[in-house]
């Protein structure tokens, strides 16, 4: 039977963030029947799903479908979405935990790295952070930046052999038709169908042998219509680190096996060219107004898999420059930080402070972990973070205004306009409808008025 804490309400709980980690820990609270729960998912868009929505890759439909998964979720009855809310802005911390009994962070870690390498400001060179929001159609994302930057470009050097590398290798090498059927924001397919871009190199600075990329990910590239993959034999001879670290790694073996056969075909007559190079290691971004070329030190790998220069130089021409190299997460006012690592600490899900447990505090997915994993990995996190939630019930302590009419009370005196479940539903509707007019099954909605203007129309029975 569940535990209705001392015969009053249900446990209050604020997760923040309804990407796959906040939505699989709503998942995980509404599953078990130890505690009876009360949940609220805030977000600080206007639609929920996090990098479900805007970070897998429009074209990966299989992938991009979990949504529907996470959104059935958001369907139950104990569960109420709260988006367009910044935790930090329109709410403090320190204001949740007068609503809640409990509060789940899972903002995720979607900031990027930078390479700390001179030039890296140039016009023309971007984030895979930005180019992937743009894609996505992202209410914050710099689309007069992005759309400078691939509008004048003919060659473009990615730098990053992670699976977002390949995703934005091939969004660029795509032709209109084969980006079609995406969700795509309309003026996205438009620019993209006028692209310019004639080569895309991408750049790893270890060997093949360490990319992160996976098979599946690597072989796309050599299924596109009009774009030829180029591979260097050279960058495929195997050191004793690189012989090491493929033995026995199915997928390790794979890609070599991939890369290798890519070595030795013979130019298709495709359009766009995609070169895959290893052992590169971007030392300085070029260029005076804007980028001209990526100047790279050829690297070696150290008996001890260091990784060494060669003081092999050369200059790869390209007008855009696209890094890749990982995510970041960033600290919340009133939440403890580890800055190094770029994580809230925690043990087993609960948030520590100097070692302490901070009474009611919760964290899973990539704020807790790292941006690493796959989404289905932030299931597994969610759930174990939910059973020390509910391990620690009994012992909470209690909200001060639990009522559920409270919080959002409180919002909408500050003039929030939180966007309920029933307004993210006018808003798919509008995105199937709007897709529909064009002869496509959806097209996202990347304005933010737009989204709340179509969230609105819930409002209006
Ligand atoms: C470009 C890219 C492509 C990817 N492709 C794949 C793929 O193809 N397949 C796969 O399995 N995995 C993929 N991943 C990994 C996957 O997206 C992550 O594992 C997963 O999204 C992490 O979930 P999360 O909930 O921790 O974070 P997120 O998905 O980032 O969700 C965090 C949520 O918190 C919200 N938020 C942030 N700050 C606040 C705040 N202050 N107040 C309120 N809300 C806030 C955000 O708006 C967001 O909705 C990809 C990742 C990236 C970056």
Not at 34 to 63: C, I, K, Q, T
Not at 250 to 276: F, H, P
Request: charged share 25%; hydrophobic share 40%; with cysteine.
């Amino acid at each position: 039977m569940p535990d209705s804490r001392s015969g009053t309400s249900p446990l209050r709980v604020a997760i923040i963030g309804s990407g796959p980690s906040g939505l699989y820990a709503a998942e995980a609270l509404t599953s078990q029947d130890d505690v009876e729960v009360s949940v609220d998912v805030l977000d600080r868009l206007p639609a929920p799903f996090g990098l479900a929505r805007y970070g897998v890759a429009p074209d990966h439909l299989s992938l991009r479908s979990v949504r529907h998964t996470l959104a059935a979720v958001l369907d139950h009855s104990a569960v109420r979405l709260l988006a367009n809310v910044e935790v930090g802005t329109d709410i403090s911390v320190e204001e949740l935990h007068r609503f809640y009994d409990a509060i789940v962070f899972t903002y995720g870690a979607a900031t990027d790295q930078h390479l700390e390498i001179p030039g890296e400001d140039l016009a023309g060179t971007i984030s895979a952070t930005e180019l992937v929001n743009w894609y996505c159609g992202h209410p914050d994302a710099a689309a007069e930046r992005v759309e400078a930057a691939i509008m004048a470009a003919t060659s473009a050097v990615v730098i990053g052999v992670g699976n977002v590398a390949v995703d934005v290798t091939r969004v660029l090498s795509k032709t209109a038709p084969e980006l079609e059927h995406t969700d795509m924001p309309q003026h996205v397919l438009d620019l993209l169908a006028t692209s310019s871009i004639r080569s895309v190199t991408v750049l790893g600075r270890r060997g093949p042998a360490q990319a992160a990329f996976t098979t599946k990910e690597l072989r796309e590239l050599g299924e596109l219509a009009d774009a030829d993959v180029l591979v260097d034999p050279r960058d495929l001879a195997l050191d004793p680190v690189s012989e090491a670290d493929i033995e026995g790694e199915r997928r390790r073996e794979r890609n070599m096996q991939v890369l290798a056969d890519w070595s030795t075909r013979a130019k298709g007559g495709g359009r766009r060219t995609i070169r895959l190079g290893f052992f590169s290691q971007p030392v300085e971004i070029i260029g005076r107004d804007r980028v001209t070329g990526v100047r790279v030190e050829r690297t070696r790998l150290d008996a001890d898999g260091s990784l060494g220069g060669t003081g092999d130089y050369t200059t790869i021409d390209a007008d855009l420059v696209v890094r890749s190299v990982g995510y970041r997460g960033m600290p919340l006012a009133g939440v403890p930080f580890d800055t190094a690592r770029g994580i809230i600490p925690h043990h087993e899900g609960r948030v520590l402070d100097d070692d302490a447990v901070v009474p009611g505090e919760y964290v899973a997915g990539w704020i807790k972990r790292g941006p690493t994993g796959i989404i289905g990995t932030n299931k597994k996190d969610a759930t174990a973070t939910v059973h020390s939630l509910i391990a620690d019930a009994p012992r909470l302590p209690r909200a001060a205004q639990p009522d559920p009419d409270a919080v959002t009370t409180h919002l909408s005196d500050r003039g929030v306009r939180y966007v309920t479940v029933d307004g993210w539903r006018a808003i798919d509707a509008a995105e199937i409808a709007l897709g529909e007019s064009r002869g496509r099954a959806r097209t996202t909605l990347h304005d933010r008025d737009a989204l709340l203007e179509s969230a609105r129309w819930s409002e209006r029975d």
